[in-house]
T-cell receptor, first 109, second 121 residues
Framework: RKEVEQDPGPFNVPEGATVAFNCTYS??????FFWYRQDCRKEPKLLMS???SGNEDGRFTAQLNRASQYISLLIRDSKLSDSATYLC??????????FGAGTRLAVHP | GAGVSQSPSNKVTEKGKDVELRCDPI?????LYWYRQRLGQGLEFLIY????????KSGLPSDRFSAERTGESVSTLTIQRTQQEDSAVYLC???????????????????FGAGSRLTVL
């Protein structure tokens, strides 16, 4: 089983839609989780950290459910510019960062 | 430099040849990672350097792959006797220090290079 698993998508949504991605992880001892964004043929960049209490940054909300070992990313009022691949990241053993395979989002007019 | 620099940006080689990829991290970043990303796939962890600690090589797919890093500076990833399945983008990333007992917020922010695209014919 992969340490971090994501639905690959693609999620095709119209502008203005709300979309949510989930990511499951296997290492229950992990303390830190993140969402990175990767545009086509570009390198990944940090989108936001995920805290136990949940956190919000504008249209983006990230939540952590330790009991079920998953994290989520909610995007409200989707924009065309949100089209990208969203990577779930877990800080694993010895503090190395482990990436999921990513979920592709395509926002259309 | 201001960012993570990788070279070459593109490399086309023949099956069986050796290749060397270079990563120059952000000055002061003690953690350095190599990942591989095949076309349409996610990031596959290869190796992780953290300061002077022994590197975590658990992601290297075979003994044809090796990586070196001198201190907190440049790292090189070497692939010997390349195979067609080695074709991918090799991404290097660096971050501030992360210890086994504690993590600063800066250690969570990986800055990636633009990658080295390897094509093995």
């Amino acid at each position: 089983r992969k340490e971090v698993e994501q639905d690959p998508g693609p999620f095709n949504v119209p502008e203005g839609a709300t979309v949510a991605f989930n990511c499951t992880y296997s290492n229950s001892a992990s303390q830190s989780f993140f969402w990175y964004r990767q545009d086509c043929r570009k390198e990944p960049k940090l989108l936001m950290s995920v805290y136990s209490s949940g956190n919000e940054d504008g249209r983006f909300t990230a939540q952590l459910n330790r009991a079920s070992q998953y994290i989520s990313l909610l995007i409200r009022d989707s924009k065309l510019s949100d089209s990208a691949t969203y990577l779930c990241v877990q800080r694993g053993g010895y503090n190395k960062l482990i990436f999921g395979a990513g979920t592709r989002l395509a926002v259309h007019p | 430099g201001a960012g993570v620099s990788q070279s070459p940006s593109n490399k086309v080689t023949e099956k069986g040849k050796d290749v060397e990829l270079r990563c120059d991290p952000i000055s002061g970043h003690t953690a350095l990672y190599w990942y591989r990303q095949r076309l349409g796939q996610g990031l596959e962890f290869l190796i992780y350097f953290q300061g002077n600690s022994a590197p975590d090589k658990s992601g290297l797919p075979s003994d044809r792959f090796s990586a070196e890093r001198t201190g907190e500076s440049v790292s090189t990833l070497t692939i010997q006797r390349t195979q067609q399945e080695d074709s991918a983008v090799y991404l290097c990333a660096s971050s501030l220090a992360a210890s086994r007992t504690g993590v600063s917020s800066g250690a969570n922010v990986l800055t990636f290079g633009a990658g080295s695209r390897l094509t093995v014919l």
